[in-house]
């Protein structure tokens, strides 16, 4: 953990150097590991500005089983409230996720209650999804039969399908979209900056979130890869794309 805080802070200083770097928003709710006293300490030593997340991922657990929305809600109503695990530290953000299972009757729980946990602390709301038919839109149907302000809502990955029809359908809801995907999504540059230009033509500029979706250090789906086999320049590099060729 120690090791980690370090290289994190090393490649954070270098960026905000480099790039005037001053915010960091990290997406990893409760239930994929998050930390909220490493990213104090990291925040701490660099200046840079870290918003952490609350909320939770598209897997089935035991938590939300046999609990209701408003009681899972709760949760992270009381973190914004009184701060995460006991700390004085508060979430600046809400996640909630669907996926390839698509909207299983434990997933509508967690859209409405981090919907709930929304509209009661009009945090925003990032959405993951994987943009493969419809999802989208089922998740907007539910989270919207709670959520008074669809500006709240931030449709994540939406570089995974760099369709200007499609994502205009989307934005015509009054939401925002995350290009955050956009030097792992399978798709060429070329391609998601036509998408991106469209989008602008057609008066979505002030809608459109450019960011990336990495991880300094990970060990979801991977036993290897965990971020520490790439180097600080390299790190530095990844993170530097969205500055150096999406922007």
């Known amino acids: 953990r120690q090791y980690l805080a370090e290289f994190a802070i090393k490649i954070l200083s270098?960026?905000?150097?480099?790039?005037?770097?001053?915010?960091w928003v990290d997406g990893t709710p409760m239930d994929l590991g998050r930390d909220y006293s490493l990213l104090r300490?990291?925040?701490?030593?660099?200046?840079?500005?870290?918003?952490?997340?609350?909320?939770?991922?598209?897997?089935?657990?035991?938590?939300?089983?046999?609990?209701?929305?408003?009681?899972?809600?709760?949760?992270?109503?009381?973190?914004?409230?009184?701060?995460?695990?006991?700390?004085?530290?508060?979430p600046g953000i809400l996640k909630?996720?669907?996926?390839?299972?698509?909207?299983?009757?434990?997933?509508?729980?967690?859209?409405?209650?981090?919907?709930?946990?929304?509209?009661?602390?009009?945090?925003?709301?990032?959405?993951?999804?994987n943009h493969k038919g419809e999802l989208v839109n089922e998740q907007l149907e539910v989270l919207l039969e709670t959520i008074s302000n669809p500006e709240k809502i931030?449709?994540?990955?939406?570089?995974?399908?760099?369709?200007?029809?499609?994502?205009?359908?989307?934005?015509?809801?009054?939401?925002?979209i995350a290009m955050d995907q956009c030097n792992c999504a399978g798709y060429s540059m070329e391609d998601i900056g036509k998408t991106l230009v469209k989008l602008?033509?057609?008066?979505?500029?002030?809608k459109i979130l450019l960011s990336n979706d990495l991880c300094i250090?990970?060990?979801?789906?991977?036993?290897?890869?965990t971020g520490f086999h790439l180097s600080v320049e390299q790190q530095i590099e990844r993170f530097g794309h969205i500055f150096t060729v999406v922007y």
């Open 41 to 90: 300490k990291v925040s701490e030593e660099t200046g840079i500005f870290i918003v952490a997340s609350t909320g939770l991922y598209h897997f089935p657990s035991c938590y939300t089983a046999d609990r209701s929305e408003k009681e899972i809600a709760s949760w992270f109503i009381d973190e914004y409230r009184f701060g995460m695990e006991g700390s004085t530290v508060k």
């Open 217 to 225: 250090y990970t060990d979801f789906g991977t036993r290897n890869n």
């Open 154 to 176: 931030i449709i994540g990955h939406a570089a995974n399908r760099p369709d200007a029809d499609y994502l205009e359908r989307i934005l015509a809801k009054g939401c925002y």
């Open 96 to 129: 909630v996720a669907s996926d390839v299972a698509g909207i299983t009757k434990d997933n509508r729980k967690r859209l409405k209650a981090l919907a709930i946990a929304q509209e009661e602390t009009g945090l925003p709301l990032y959405v993951h999804s």
């Open 200 to 206: 602008v033509e057609d008066g979505y500029e002030d």
């Open 14 to 23: 270098e960026m905000k150097m480099k790039y005037g770097l001053g915010l």
